[in-house]
């Protein structure tokens, strides 16, 4: 199979709860060997996503379309697609070994002893828990439990594995080091990784493809370099947590917000009108600088947070709307400021994106 | 930490203790060591004195009454054992497993004891009217056609007795099974599903499993009532069903303390051969 062949496809799918649309008409098309994030707000409708393509539940319309093959009406256990739950779902009563045959010895394939342990031996290596194997879950820390979840799935040799906020459970610096082995094992096994998160660092920095959910629906779906710098609509850029997004009215070809009117040059269609710029590229000035790159936002310094690589100052503009300003480190020493004083806030316009319901050319 | 600390420790723990073991050693071990003394005690018709003797031990197994009731309980244990599983297991499933709101399982759990709420003898003799050769079940039967003559094996037999207990005590067996597989992770479940396997398998390597600590403490429960039961094999057997229980009735009626001490005896060496080898099935103190 070509990378470029979907490997599942989704074609108007739809699921409701009552009143709730979980999953609003959603089409999407997912290529094969690729790792694919989902990021979306909790209440977005992600893991009803991830379930409804497992099969734990039925859509209420549309299609389900996985290696060519329509498995809308098809049960879980017939779909050989592979599933890795948030809170590891491990089976409490076998050890390791048996978590990880589970699937070998119970399933429709029923292969021969000698090949069950070679390969629960081989994906046990893999997930590099050798030496563990006749542990009990409750003997083993979160991350191993996350690795023994992970084989249970890989060793049934799916093309296609959910990962339902895998991370979730561990620690900042397990959730790292799990992030490079998660790249790591799928690149080697030529397997579909669909990773539903919250975080948008962690759908960034894995997805080799990353799709933003909103309310049922996907509303992008790009690298993340396009998400991160082209966000379609203005909750991506919301939800992305790196843009400082400004109301105001869009008319004629100018925008007018808190500071002041600035022309733009185009905009996204958005049900609201929304100026958005880069923590980033958010430059800090005093008070009565001429040499501006573009707008005045005057701003009351708050406080900093220092995040090693870099540090965000945290502003308050007249109307109480927080601004922050992301300054890295790289870069050079920060300027002094001063708690509790006014200063102005400014960019080069080029750089903002500008979403709005008149479509400005 | 210094000698003299442990042993306030240990002062502490004894003190926490004290009430618990005094209690037990008055109403628990003590009357036990004095039925265990009783038994060789030498019965005459009108009077018993205390000079050892092993006649009540030899009368016990020399009688073909004592020995049949002995397998009699035995025999009616295992059926009852057999049908409150048969039948409490798969409530015990739809109300801990299949039913998906807390609110309505909790409801059916209820449901499931409110029997309780009358008194055991009225629950038994209530069995009366249902079984009786002109019962409902009898009167029902011949209305609808299915039967000419009424089925009087129904009531004072060992059928019936078989049918009061196993109405009585099978709530014992629901309730401890339908805790554990309440307590079993839903997502344990579909990931067996995920994994490939159909129903029957996840229910036998899964569910079943996972469940056993309920199975074995529903079981505990059930014999340890069954075996001492008394009173409906009394008032549903017609005095045809005579279970180890019966006999320390009667003997104790009339005043046969030594008989009735042997009975007691064997019945408490049967219970605690029967609770130890339950326990051996599954290790209660992982579950706690």
């Known amino acids: ?361 | 930490m210094s000698a003299a600390g442990t042993n306030t420790k240990k002062t502490h723990s004894f003190q926490l203790l004290a009430p618990g073991v005094v209690w037990m050693i008055l109403f628990l071990v003590a009357p036990i060591m004095m039925i265990v003394y009783v038994s060789f005690w030498t019965q005459t018709t009108f009077a018993i004195n205390s000079t050892l003797t092993l006649d009540s031990w030899r009368n016990f197994f020399a009688s073909e009454a004592y020995v049949g009731a002995l397998w009699t309980t035995i025999r009616l244990w295992l059926i009852v054992l057999t049908l409150t599983f048969i039948v409490g297991y798969p409530a015990a499933l739809y109300v801990g497993l299949l039913v998906k709101s807390k609110t309505v399982s909790t409801v059916l759990l209820v449901l499931c004891v409110i029997p309780f709420w009358t008194s055991f003898l009225i629950r038994v003799l209530a069995w009366r009217p249902m079984l009786g050769k002109e019962g409902a079940i009898n009167i029902i039967l011949q209305k609808i056609g299915l039967i000419d003559t009424p089925i009087e094996v129904l009531l004072f037999s060992e059928l019936s007795v078989i049918i009061g207990m196993t109405q009585i005590y099978v709530v014992f067996m629901v309730g401890p099974i339908a805790f554990m597989l309440g307590r079993i992770d839903r997502n344990i479940i579909e990931a067996a599903r995920d994994l490939g396997a159909g129903f029957g398998r996840i229910f036998w390597k899964i569910i079943f499993p996972l469940s056993l600590p309920g199975v074995v403490v529903g079981a505990i429960f059930v014999s340890v009532m069954v075996l001492g039961e008394f009173a409906t094999s009394g008032a549903l057997s017609g005095r045809k069903v005579n279970l180890l229980g019966n006999i320390i009735v009667t003997q104790v009626g009339s005043l046969k303390w030594a008989m009735a001490s042997v009975v007691g005896v064997i019945l408490t060496i049967l219970l605690g051969i029967v609770v130890a080898g339950f326990l051996r099935i599954v290790d209660l103190k992982r579950e706690i």
């Open chain 1, 1 to 361: 199979m070509k990378q470029s062949d979907p490997i599942f496809r989704l074609d108007g799918v739809t699921r409701r709860y009552g009143n709730l649309t979980a999953l609003d008409s959603i089409d999407f098309t997912a290529e094969d060997n690729s790792y694919i994030s989902l990021l979306g707000p909790s209440g977005s409708g992600k893991t009803s996503l991830l379930r409804v393509i497992a099969g734990f539940e039925a859509p209420d319309s549309g299609r389900i379309w996985f290696q060519g093959r329509d498995i809308t009406d098809l049960p879980a256990h017939e779909r050989g697609i592979g599933f890795v739950f948030q809170n590891f779902a491990l089976f409490p009563h076998l050890t390791i070994f048996e978590n990880v045959a589970f699937g070998l010895r119970n399933g429709a394939i029923n292969p021969p002893e000698a090949e069950i342990i070679q390969r629960v031996k081989e994906t046990i290596e893999m997930v590099g828990l050798t030496g563990l194997e006749d542990r009990n879950p409750d003997q083993i820390s979160g991350g191993q439990k996350q690795r023994v979840a992970l084989a249970r799935s890989l060793v049934m040799q799916p093309k296609l594995v959910l990962l339902d906020e895998p991370l979730g459970a561990l620690d900042a610096n397990l959730r790292e080091r799990m992030q490079t082995e998660l790249r790591t094992i799928r690149e080697r096994l030529d397997v579909t990784f669909l990773h539903v998160t919250g975080s948008e660092t962690e759908a960034l920095a894995m997805g080799d493809k990353v799709a933003v959910l909103d309310s049922g629906r996907i509303v992008q779906f790009g690298t993340p370099e396009e998400i991160y710098d082209a966000p379609i609509i203005s909750d991506v850029a919301l939800f992305l947590n790196r843009f400082n997004l400004f109301d105001g009215t869009l008319k004629d070809g100018v925008f007018h917000g808190a500071f002041g009117s600035v022309p733009v040059s185009g905009a996204r269609a958005n049900e609201t009108d929304v100026y958005a710029i880069r923590y980033d590229r958010t430059q800090i000035f005093d008070t009565g600088s001429t040499d501006l790159p573009g707008p005045a936002l005057p701003a009351r310094y708050l406080a900093s947070e220092y995040l090693g690589s870099s540090i965000v100052f945290l502003f308050e503009t007249e109307d109480n709307k927080t601004v922050e300003v992301d300054h890295h480190l790289s870069l050079g020493e920060p300027r002094d400021l001063e708690v509790g004083r006014d200063y102005v806030l400014s960019w080069s316009p080029e750089q903002a994106i500008v979403f709005g319901k008149e479509l400005a050319r």
